[in-house]
């Protein structure tokens, strides 16, 4: 069996949502304490929707495709939505990761959450994230 699933191959070959928005509503960035991968998250929230999501990595194949994955799956959702939104959910839409590399789709996840709690402090929003 292959390592990668195709879906990791895709999303890893034509990453979704890459790039920087700017005057984003959040924005986070996580590091990888083991491998020193970096990711950063930029969230556009409109009325507790997330109406675009871009993301820039400097992290291995995993952490591209977890994070391409991880955009398009909190694109048009409730913020609410996204803060439920764990790296196996994501490492699962993409038919799976090998067991070494399933701390990459960590740092999609905590990005993301990064960036939802910078949108919450912005707007003095009180929150446990
Ligand atoms: Fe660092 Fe994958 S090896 S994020």
Do not use: Q, W
């Not at 590091?31 to 969230?43: R, V």
């Not at 997330?50 to 391409?68: H, L, M, N, Q």
């Amino acid at each position: 069996m292959a390592l990668y699933s195709e879906k990791v191959m895709d999303h890893f070959r034509n990453p979704r949502n890459v790039g920087v928005i700017e005057n984003a509503d959040g924005v986070g960035e996580v590091g990888n304490a083991k491998c020193g991968d970096i990711m950063k998250m930029y969230l556009k929230i409109d009325g507790g929707t997330i109406t675009d999501v871009k993301f820039e990595t400097f992290g291995c194949g995993s952490a591209i495709a977890s994070s391409s994955m991880a955009t398009e799956m909190i694109k048009g959702k409730p913020v609410s939505e996204a803060l439920g939104l764990t790296n196996k959910a994501v490492a699962e839409a993409l038919d799976g990761l090998p067991a070494h590399k399933m701390h990459c789709s960590v740092l999609a996840e905590e990005a993301i959450k990064n960036a939802l709690k910078d949108y919450y402090e912005k707007n003095g929003i009180k929150n446990d994230i």
